[in-house]
């Protein structure tokens, strides 16, 4: 069983950035996909971006390419979402989710561990 706790999120302008954390239980840390996903007001869960393993491989949603950076330390059992040029559209409740799954997945429904989730606000 994995243990997931979300921190870093809070109230920023547009054009601001802000680094999400995800801090997991447990020694196997490493054996787990990690994905970032988010929930505006409304609206479905949504993936934002994912992470292999290994950190060697990463995925990200059309909407924060070239903005959001997704990265993991395995020895401190942490994954990173670094969000840069936030926009208002960016406002929603950020997830860290685990996947124990061989290949790295997008789909909500797919990931075994979620967290409790942290609220980014973005002003305009």
């Known amino acids: 069983q994995v243990q997931l706790v979300e921190s870093g999120g809070g109230l920023v302008q547009a054009g601001g950035s802000l680094r999400l954390s995800c801090a997991a239980s447990g020694r196997t840390f490493s054996t787990y996909n990690m994905g970032w996903f988010r929930q505006a007001p409304g609206k479905e869960r949504a993936f934002v971006a994912a992470i292999s393993r290994s950190g060697f491989s990463t995925f990200y949603a059309d909407s924060v390419k070239g903005r959001f950076t997704i990265s993991r330390d395995n020895a401190k059992n942490t994954v990173y979402l670094q969000m840069n040029s936030l926009s208002p559209e960016d406002t929603a409740v950020y997830y860290c989710?685990?996947?124990?799954?061989?290949?790295?997945?997008?789909?909500?429904?797919?990931?075994?561990?979620w967290g409790q989730g942290t609220q980014v606000t973005v002003s305009s």
């Open positions: 989710a685990a996947d124990s799954a061989l290949a790295v997945r997008t789909t909500p429904n797919e990931y075994d561990y």
